[in-house]
Every structure is written in C-alpha cells, then in structure tokens.
C-alpha cells in the first residue's frame, strides 16, 4: 500500500522505527525533506532504511526518483537504483542506473549517466560523481541537438565528445578535456581544453561566433569576437579583423553600466594605404593610421535633469564604408553632447555640436562647430477660457575652421487661445512676439556660401517679429457598420510683417526645408530659427479618415496655401514661392496589422505635374515581411540637397520558409540613372542548436577610394558554444 507524504526523514523514523538521534543527524538546520514511496522497512540493528516502489525524496527545488533508494545512517549516504532521475534547483535532470549520493543529495557518484539540462542541451557519460557543486564525467559527451526522430541513435548535427567534462554548478562553467567537436558523426575538430558556460548564464567570457567574409577590396576575411566579463556591470568585446589583401584590423566596443546611467565606446585602428584625389591627380599615401571612435551615454543627474553624449568621428571619409563597418552609409558623422532638464511644463537643454562630412565633395574645415546651443522652453498653466502663454529662448555661438561665424540671441513669447464650440468646430488663436539679434563674421549678403571667398561684412543685425495665427477646424463623423468616417476641413490664417530675414543674417539652421502636409498649417514651417516665415497667407485643407472597428484605419489629406505678399523667404522651388503654393498631401491605409502603405505628394499648381512623389509600403504576414520605398524629386523642388532630380526605389523582402530556413533579399535602383546602387540577399538556417546564415551584396558606389565592390559573409553560430547578443 502506498505510504502518504510524510514531513521527511524526521517522520519517517519517529512515527515508525527511528529514534531521535536519527532524525537529528538526518537533517539538522536544513530544509525539510519529503518522501513517498509504496513501502518502507527500516533495519534498526544496521541503522538501514529502504524505501521501495516510487521513490520520490525531494528537499529545497532537489527531487530524486527511483525504484530503490537505500539510506545508511551510520554512513549518511544513499543509494538509489533503478529507473533513477535527480532533478537539481537549476532545472537540471539527470538519468542513471545506480546513483550514490550523500543525504543532503549534494555529493556522489553515478553510473550510466545521461544528463537533461535546463535548456534542454543532453550530456551522457559512461560514470560521473559529484562533489559538492561540481560534477565530474568520464567518457562524456555533449549536444544541444535534440536527437532524431526517425533514429535516434543517429549522430546528433553535432556534438563534443571528450576523455573528461567538469561541469561547475557554482562557476557555472562546462569544461572539456581532450574533446573532439563532430559533426554529424566525423570529427572535424580537437582541443586538449576547452570551456563555455552552462545553460543557466547570461554572461560569460568567451568566443562569440565566427564571421567569414570575401570582398573585392580586402579579399578573405575572418573574424572571431572575444567577449570579456571584467565587471558584473562591465564588459569588453574584442573583434579583430584578418584580412587577406590589407593589414589586421584591431576593434572592439567596451560597454558600462552605472548607478545612474550607461556608456559605451566602439572603435577600431588599423595602418593601411589610403587613396586620395586633389584636383583631378590621383595618389596613394602609404602606412597611414585609420580608424573610428563611435562612444554614446546616458546619464541621470537627479529627478529632473540628465546629462550624455554620442561622439561618432571616423580618420577619413572612405574608412567606415571599406571596412564595412556601422553607419558606413551616412552622410556625415554627427557628434553631439548634451545636459537637458525637465520640470513641470518647462524644458532647458544645453547642447554641442560637430559634423564629419563623408562625400568627397564634403569640405569638413568648412562644417559648422555649435557650442553652445542653449535652449529654454515654457509653457504656463491653462488660465481664463483655457488660454495659455509659452516662453521659448534661444543662444547659440556658431563657428567655423575656414568660413562664417555667427552669435545669435533668440526670445519669444506667445498667447494661445483655445476654443471648442458647442456644434463641435474647434478654433484656436495664437499670438506672439519673436526678437532675434546677430553678431556675425564673414557673411557674403548675396548669397549663403558658409565659406565665401568674395566680399564678405560683418557686423550686428536683428529683427522683431510678431505673428498672428488663427486655425479652425470642423470635424464630421458619420458611423456605419464596422467603421467610422470623419471628414474634417480644415484653415489657417497666419498675419506677419513682410520683412525680416536682413541679408546679413546667415542661413545656418533653415536649410533643410520640405513643404509637406506635416507644416502646411504650421505657424512657422522653417525647421529652425535663422529664418522667419513672414508674410500673410492662408492655409486650407481637409482630412478624410476612415477607422474600422478591428482597429484599422486609412486617411487622405490635401491642402494648399495662398500668400498673399510676394516677398517671403522661401528659395526657389520650395513650393512657396508663388503666391499659391504647390499642393501637398498625403495617403494613408493600415486596414489590419499585416499593411501599412504611406504616399506623400506635392504637385505644382500650374501645370498639376507632381514635383515630388513619396510610397512606402510594408507588407507583414508572419511569414512574410516585404517593404518598398519610393522616391520621387522633381530636379526644380529644392529640399536642402544639391542633387537635382532624384529617383530611387527601394526594397526588402524576408519570407520563413519553415521552421528551420528564411530567406532575405535587398536593393536600391536609382531610376533617373538607371544604375543598380546596391543589392543582395541571403539565407539563414537555424534549429535548436545552431545558426547558420550565408549573405552576400553588391555595391555600385564610388568614391575615392572605393570602387565598386562585392562581398560574401558567412556566420555560423552553435548554441552555448558563444552568443553575439549579451544583453549588459
């Protein structure tokens, strides 16, 4: 007859054969140890207890089974046999014929032992023994690989064999002793020592996976990431290039977690041959040092303020995108540090900048250097009738190695009235007054050359700018089954003085400007604070929107503006320029989850051609995934660029094949050349126990030193062995 769960040994000995000594040398100051079997004798001459039929023990998160289980009190150690299973408080699960362990289950010896690991990884061994946290395997042999349906006496994909495996608990390291890596079965690799950490870690020194790679310019290249724990909050990633045409490159990133915040730093050096162009004449300049420095943080000072930094600088223009490395398809490299506070309804910032140009047309003597950029913004409590006053303050210093610098001093104060009437139309009036004042040097008035080489003046300028804006909006909702429709007409009207942009004011932070449905409304449309958005004009529009019960949604809108003065401070082909400006919109439909489409347009007045042509598509199935990007640029719309008409498609599809394989593809056509900028595509192999993804890409770009170039990339990853994801 089955016993009943009993409160451990104690139980057992005092409510049938054990005196008390017995229970007290059992289980001194530990936890209490529950046991059931279908019988139970205990011989008191030889202080023997035999538990028979079910053995279950069990104390802490540790459970032994068996069909047998012998307790020798005077020797304080059990036997078990059997059908034998030992469950450990990490989730670890080993299987054995013969099992002899002390009482507190800690220590022993094992025969015939087959191990289940918490991550489901397998180790089997012909005899084992554990002492303390450590257990020791002869003849051992590990895989993560689940084994094979069909025959699972098959060869796993691979697995370690090795004469001796160390496997500390505490540490939570596997250590290998004259091991051999095969792989479905032949031994491809030896080692006399080798190591990783158990299932149970998430950091641990280490190799990471290896990369291979081939490209045109530096031929066959390797790479085998070192990852370095030297801290519970700190750690060190050593990447080492081996290249076959050019020298060794040495990089790494180094990462940091504090009290208050985190950092980390990247970079890498290499001396190498660099290529340069000057005017026409081509020469190569030997052993030079290359290399990046990229470094960001964060860090809170206290409850409302915080303070970091992202400092991104390369040798030379051409280094990130020949060695393949991040951002290697920017532009510029931008640097940035900062402290920002926040504080009920204000906000202060102080910031500084730096900027890399990466064309070769970039001039990087003449890139701007803003320290400081210091900004303060307030907006106050909602008052009578809702009504609200907002602050915003502006200084900044601007200068340059060769060209212009300037000062400016910046204040506004604003009013703002809303208002929503009892049918439903929503109404908003906005007053303010914005006074700027300049010191600048080397400014050539006739046109906005940073590093003019003609007449230049300098001198103090300023402007006071008030502004009147009123919008007005009325939204019609009408609801049918599944959905809702709200038409919404919309209307702006903006009051200034014609004036204010004095020649003598530089263009520094006004540049980059899009007339887009995004500012068509907007009160001032520039992105900075160089230029003003002076004038009357009138803004008007609509927006049509459609929401679905499910969740899904889709929206048009369009709009247009009229200016009523001619002299305002939009340069040629901005869309503004006329009195009646281009027309803007936009298309948006998300019916579900799996779609997303965005198309933005403007289209000249006159003649209704379309200037600029903006889709995004994205298509997302689960199994799928595919996204396209087209764009569009009318060679006489000016959006802050020097590239006249630009016409490029993009796109990217990832389709999983099944549980193991995935495809992925690439490209970048540039329609107005007809030129092929970029492509490739690859494939990814992943099971339970490795990761194996094969990709290669072309690339058309030219630069001077880069021609175009084809490359390959092979990643192979096999699980515990290393992992290229360590969260800090």
Same mark, same amino acid.
């Given at each position: 007859?089955?016993?009943?769960?009993?409160?451990?040994?104690?139980?057992?000995?005092?409510?049938?054969?054990?005196?008390?000594?017995?229970?007290?040398?059992?289980?001194?100051?530990?936890?209490?140890?529950?046991?059931?079997?279908?019988?139970?004798?205990?011989?008191?001459?030889?202080?023997?207890?035999?538990?028979?039929?079910?053995?279950?023990?069990?104390?802490?998160?540790?459970?032994?089974?068996?069909?047998?289980?012998?307790?020798?009190?005077?020797?304080?150690?059990?036997?078990?046999?059997?059908?034998?299973?030992?469950?450990?408080?990490?989730?670890?699960?080993?299987?054995?014929?013969?099992?002899?362990?002390?009482?507190?289950?800690?220590?022993?010896?094992?025969?015939?032992?087959?191990?289940?690991?918490?991550?489901?990884?397998?180790?089997?061994?012909?005899?084992?023994?554990?002492?303390?946290?450590?257990?020791?395997?002869?003849?051992?042999?590990?895989?993560?690989?689940?084994?094979?349906?069909?025959?699972?006496?098959?060869?796993?994909?691979?697995?370690?064999?090795?004469?001796?495996?160390?496997?500390?608990?505490?540490?939570?390291?596997?250590?290998?002793?004259?091991?051999?890596?095969?792989?479905?079965?032949?031994?491809?690799?030896?080692?006399?020592?080798?190591?990783?950490?158990?299932?149970?870690?998430?950091?641990?020194?280490?190799?990471?996976?290896?990369?291979?790679?081939?490209?045109?310019?530096?031929?066959?290249?390797?790479?085998?990431?070192?990852?370095?724990?030297?801290?519970?909050?700190?750690?060190?990633?050593?990447?080492?290039?081996?290249?076959?045409?050019?020298?060794?490159?040495?990089?790494?990133?180094?990462?940091?977690?504090?009290?208050?915040?985190?950092?980390?730093?990247?970079?890498?050096?290499?001396?190498?041959?660099?290529?340069?162009?000057?005017?026409?004449?081509?020469?190569?300049?030997?052993?030079?040092?290359?290399?990046?420095?990229?470094?960001?943080?964060?860090?809170?000072?206290?409850?409302?303020?915080?303070?970091?930094?992202?400092?991104?600088?390369?040798?030379?223009?051409?280094?990130?995108?020949?060695?393949?490395?991040?951002?290697?398809?920017?532009?510029?490299?931008?640097?940035?540090?900062?402290?920002?506070?926040?504080?009920?309804?204000?906000?202060?910032?102080?910031?500084?900048?730096?900027?890399?140009?990466?064309?070769?047309?970039?001039?990087?003597?003449?890139?701007?250097?803003?320290?400081?950029?210091?900004?303060?913004?307030?907006?106050?409590?909602?008052?009578?009738?809702?009504?609200?006053?907002?602050?915003?303050?502006?200084?900044?210093?601007?200068?340059?190695?060769?060209?212009?610098?300037?000062?400016?001093?910046?204040?506004?104060?604003?009013?703002?009235?809303?208002?929503?009437?009892?049918?439903?139309?929503?109404?908003?009036?906005?007053?303010?007054?914005?006074?700027?004042?300049?010191?600048?040097?080397?400014?050539?008035?006739?046109?906005?050359?940073?590093?003019?080489?003609?007449?230049?003046?300098?001198?103090?300028?300023?402007?006071?700018?008030?502004?009147?804006?009123?919008?007005?909006?009325?939204?019609?909702?009408?609801?049918?089954?599944?959905?809702?429709?709200?038409?919404?007409?919309? $209307?702006?009207? *903006? =009051?200034?003085?014609? +004036? &204010?942009?004095? /020649?003598?004011?530089?263009?520094?932070? %006004?540049?980059? !400007?899009?007339?887009?449905?995004?500012?068509?409304?907007?009160?001032?449309?520039?992105?900075?604070?160089?230029?003003?958005?002076?004038?009357?004009?009138?803004?008007?529009? $609509?927006?049509? *929107? =459609?929401?679905?019960? +499910? &969740?899904?949604? /889709?929206?048009?809108?369009?709009?247009? %503006?009229?200016? !009523?003065?001619?002299?305002?401070?939009?340069?040629?082909?901005?869309?503004?320029?006329?009195?009646?400006?281009?027309?803007?919109?936009?298309?948006?439909?998300?019916?579900?989850?799996?779609?997303?489409?965005?198309?933005?347009?403007?289209?000249?007045?006159?003649?209704?051609?379309?200037?600029?042509?903006?889709?995004?598509?994205?298509?997302?199935?689960?199994?799928?995934?595919?996204?396209?990007?087209?764009?569009?640029?009318?060679?006489?719309?000016?959006?802050?660029?020097?590239?006249?008409?630009?016409?490029?498609?993009?796109?990217?599809?990832?389709?999983?094949?099944?549980?193991?394989?995935?495809?992925?593809?690439?490209?970048?056509?540039?329609?107005?050349?007809?030129?092929?900028?970029?492509?490739?595509?690859?494939?990814?192999?992943?099971?339970?126990?490795?990761?194996?993804?094969?990709?290669?890409?072309?690339?058309?770009?030219?630069?001077?030193?880069?021609?175009?170039?084809?490359?390959?990339?092979?990643?192979?990853?096999?699980?515990?062995?290393?992992?290229?994801?360590?969260?800090?």
């Amino acid at each position: 007859m089955r016993e009943r769960w009993l409160r451990g040994w104690i139980l057992v000995a005092a409510l049938f054969w054990a005196p008390a000594s017995f229970a007290q040398d059992l289980t001194p100051s530990k936890a209490p140890v529950l046991i059931t079997a279908d019988q139970v004798t205990y011989d008191r001459d030889l202080g023997v207890v035999v538990a028979s039929g079910h053995v279950e023990v069990s104390q802490d998160n540790r459970v032994l089974k068996a069909d047998t289980l012998t307790y020798n009190e005077r020797q304080k150690t059990v036997n078990a046999t059997g059908n034998v299973a030992l469950v450990d408080n990490s989730g670890n699960v080993a299987f054995a014929d013969y099992m002899e362990l002390t009482d507190d289950l800690k220590s022993g010896v094992i025969q015939n032992i087959r191990m289940l690991l918490a991550d489901k990884s397998r180790m089997a061994a012909a005899s084992g023994r554990r002492v303390g946290p450590v257990d020791e395997l002869t003849k051992a042999i590990y895989s993560p690989c689940k084994p094979c349906a069909a025959d699972p006496l098959r060869p796993p994909l691979w697995q370690l064999k090795a004469d001796r495996v160390v496997h500390d608990n505490s540490e939570h390291t596997i250590v290998y002793h004259n091991a051999w890596m095969e792989i479905f079965g032949l031994p491809i690799f030896y080692t006399p020592y080798f190591s990783h950490p158990d299932p149970t870690v998430k950091r641990k020194s280490g190799f990471l996976p290896p990369r291979f790679s081939t490209s045109d310019a530096l031929g066959v290249q390797f790479q085998l990431p070192y990852y370095w724990v030297t801290g519970p909050d700190t750690d060190l990633t050593i990447d080492p290039i081996i290249a076959t045409k050019a020298n060794p490159v040495l990089s790494g990133q180094f990462r940091q977690r504090l009290e208050n915040g985190k950092f980390k730093i990247s970079g890498s050096a290499t001396v190498s041959d660099r290529t340069i162009t000057d005017n026409g004449v081509t020469t190569t300049v030997s052993d030079q040092l290359r290399g990046h420095v990229f470094t960001d943080g964060q860090f809170d000072l206290n409850a409302n303020w915080r303070t970091g930094f992202d400092i991104n600088r390369a040798s030379d223009k051409d280094y990130l995108r020949l060695y393949g490395f991040p951002n290697n398809f920017n532009r510029s490299l931008d640097s940035t540090a900062y402290v920002e506070g926040f504080d009920g309804r204000s906000f202060a910032s102080a910031r500084a900048y730096s900027f890399q140009g990466l064309r070769d047309s970039d001039v990087n003597s003449q890139a701007p250097i803003v320290a400081p950029l210091l900004d303060y913004s307030l907006v106050s409590n909602p008052g009578p009738a809702g009504a609200y006053w907002t602050i915003d303050a502006n200084a900044m210093a601007l200068s340059r190695v060769e060209g212009r610098e300037s000062r400016r001093l910046s204040a506004k104060i604003g009013w703002t009235l809303p208002y929503t009437a009892p049918a439903g139309d929503i109404y908003k009036l906005t007053a303010s007054l914005r006074a700027d004042g300049y010191w600048v040097n080397g400014v050539d008035p006739s046109s906005n050359d940073p590093a003019p080489t003609g007449n230049t003046e300098s001198g103090f300028a300023g402007r006071f700018f008030p502004q009147i804006t009123f919008d007005w909006r009325y939204p019609f909702v009408r609801r049918a089954a599944g959905m809702s429709q709200v038409f919404e007409p919309i $209307f702006s009207a *903006s =009051i200034a003085p014609s +004036g &204010g942009n004095a /020649s003598l004011i530089p263009n520094e932070d %006004s540049l980059d !400007f899009q007339f887009d449905e995004t500012n068509l409304f907007a009160a001032d449309r520039f992105t900075g604070l160089d230029r003003v958005d002076n004038g009357q004009r009138v803004s008007y529009g $609509f927006k049509y *929107s =459609i929401y679905g019960n +499910g &969740g899904g949604h /889709s929206s048009l809108m369009l709009g247009q %503006s009229y200016q !009523f003065n001619d002299n305002n401070a939009f340069t040629a082909g901005a869309g503004q320029t006329r009195q009646l400006s281009d027309i803007v919109g936009a298309l948006e439909v998300s019916p579900s989850s799996f779609l997303d489409l965005l198309y933005r347009f403007q289209i000249q007045t006159q003649t209704l051609s379309f200037l600029r042509q903006e889709l995004g598509l994205h298509v997302y199935t689960g199994r799928f995934d595919v996204g396209i990007d087209y764009a569009f640029l009318d060679g006489s719309i000016n959006d802050g660029s020097t590239f006249g008409q630009q016409q490029e498609f993009t796109a990217f599809a990832r389709a999983q094949i099944d549980e193991n394989w995935s495809l992925f593809a690439r490209g970048r056509q540039d329609l107005a050349s007809n030129q092929t900028l970029e492509y490739g595509g690859g494939v990814t192999y992943q099971n339970e126990c490795i990761t194996l993804q094969l990709a290669g890409s072309r690339s058309n770009y030219s630069t001077e030193e880069i021609t175009p170039d084809t490359r390959f990339l092979l990643i192979i990853s096999f699980k515990n062995l290393g992992d290229s994801n360590i969260a800090l």
